[in-house]
């Protein structure tokens, strides 16, 4: 398994009133993922740094707390962490907008949400 992006998951109980503060103050650009109501991705200009404000996943039982992209390595991934007795919190699946992912528990407690999101060319914004 190759991760090729790693983004932090932050709750917050409501994107509008967060976006000035990542936007105006911290200077980031929303990438206007705007389909998608509970959950808006900042990142920097040159896409070095990214952040993503969660107000509730839509559909896993429980909000994570990174998103980690392994492109097309998603199946191997899953077999992985089922083989190394990790708990699946959300099964391996294809959502409605498009992306592959499932949820699993690390060790510490965290829940990571690996997905099979693929690295963006170099003049595209990451799309979720």
């Given amino acids: ?14 994107i509008d009133e967060a976006r000035d503060f990542y936007v105006d103050y911290l200077g980031l650009t929303d990438e206007g993922l705007t389909e998608l109501s509970w959950v808006a991705r900042f990142q920097s200009l040159d896409g070095q740094a990214a952040v993503q404000l969660v107000t509730r996943d839509e559909t896993a039982p429980e909000d994570s ?3 980690v992209a392994v492109g097309d390595d998603i199946e191997e991934a899953y077999a992985e962490a089922q083989r190394r007795g990790f708990e699946i919190v959300y099964p391996l699946t294809t959502e409605p907008w498009g992306i592959r992912r499932f949820f699993v528990r690390a060790p510490d407690g965290n829940l990571i949400n690996v997905n099979g999101h693929k690295d963006p060319a170099p003049d595209r914004v990451p799309q979720t």
Avoid: Q
């Fill in 65 to 67: 707390v990174i998103s």
């Fill in 1 to 14: 398994m190759r991760v090729t992006r790693l983004i932090a998951n932050l709750s917050v109980p409501d």
